[in-house]
């Protein structure tokens, strides 16, 4: 895989990666990879990020069960992005819509909720 | 526009937006937006980014022609991210191509080029 260090990471070693739903077509979410996630998804067909707020590898679906199988991973022409075809199972997003992006802005600049909650995040992620 | 402030910026004053065409679904492009260039996005219904490598606020195809008309805008779960839909003139790429992510990770770690070129870059962009 020789390529793959040809990939510009930024100054903290990530680069960011939108997911795209295959067979709905929608972008699911975006997170940051840095070289071991990419490697992992890559290895295990599976996405896997860097966690900036939790300073923390990790693979998206470990505790909801919510996984992203990978179909194919595109780059962009700068070399900078990431753009993963996933077959998702479940929802994307931790608050519960298939996709993170379930706000849209309205003429009068508010964000106006249009996606579908599709499971309680409570009963989800339930605490330790 | 009161919402418009909550969004996170990074530690730059910029937040990614992923374009997205809203004819053939694709994703088009990820720049970065600082509030200057969203304000101009959503006054003129054309995007506007922050260039980080020229350190330039720009309007995309002020030069190409290639602008883009936002029809939607979306934010994720964090309010870090944006989502813009628009319809796109021409192509979006700088090399030509109608998407940015014109490149595709092989099985053996190559990224083979599958977006078809539909302008000749040398031509578009004229030096002064």
Redesign the interface.
């Known amino acids: 895989?020789?390529?793959?260090s040809e990939l510009k990471y930024d100054q903290n070693g990530l680069i960011?990666a939108?997911i795209?739903d295959v067979e709905t077509?929608e972008?699911l979410?975006?997170a940051y990879m840095n070289e071991q996630s990419l490697r992992a998804t890559?290895e295990t067909g599976k996405t896997h990020f860097w966690s900036r707020s939790r300073q923390k590898y990790w693979m998206k679906g470990e505790e909801s069960g919510h996984t992203q199988e990978v179909k194919?991973?595109?780059?962009?022409?700068?070399k900078d992005?990431l753009?993963v075809k996933v077959k998702q199972t479940g929802a994307a997003?931790?608050?519960g819509?298939r996709t993170?992006?379930?706000?849209?802005?309205t003429p009068t600049?508010?964000?106006e909720t249009v996606g579908q909650k599709l499971f309680d995040p409570k009963e989800v992620y339930k605490k330790k």
Chains 1, 2 share one sequence.
């Open positions: 895989m020789q390529e793959i960011p939108i795209l077509g972008v979410m975006m890559i194919e991973i595109f780059i962009d022409c700068d992005t753009l997003c931790h608050e819509y993170c992006f379930f706000r849209r802005l600049g508010q964000w």
